[in-house]
Nanobody, 110 residues
């Protein structure tokens, strides 16, 4: 059983930055990828970024602004979000295989 706990969300002005963290507990293997997804009100959950070993993948909408990283020693995955836009407003979820965190709210508004 894997548990994922996200943190770091909040309210930020357009152009600002936030860093999300996701701490995983349980049987975590660094060989498997981890990822961040987001879901805005009335929208489907969508991929934001994934990291597998040292390979990363990003949604086109966040390329150049977001950076995903992973600390295997701490079982933690991060999402550094810069140049935030109002359309980035959503609940952000951490994912590992079939496990999901509870989500953390990110609101970008002036």
């Amino acid at each position: 059983q894997v548990q994922l706990v996200e943190s770091g969300g909040g309210l930020v002005q357009p152009g600002g930055s936030l860093r999300l963290s996701c701490v995983a507990s349980g049987n975590i293997f660094s060989a498997y990828g981890m990822g961040w997804y987001r879901q805005a009100p009335g929208e489907q959950r969508e991929l934001v970024a994934t990291i597998f070993s040292y390979m990363t993948r990003y949604a086109d909408s966040v390329k150049g602004r977001f950076t995903i990283s992973r600390d295997n020693a701490k079982n933690t995955v991060y999402l550094q979000m810069n140049s935030l836009k109002p359309e980035d407003t959503a609940v952000y979820y951490c994912n590992y295989r079939i496990s999901w965190g509870q989500g953390t709210q990110v609101t970008v508004s002036s």
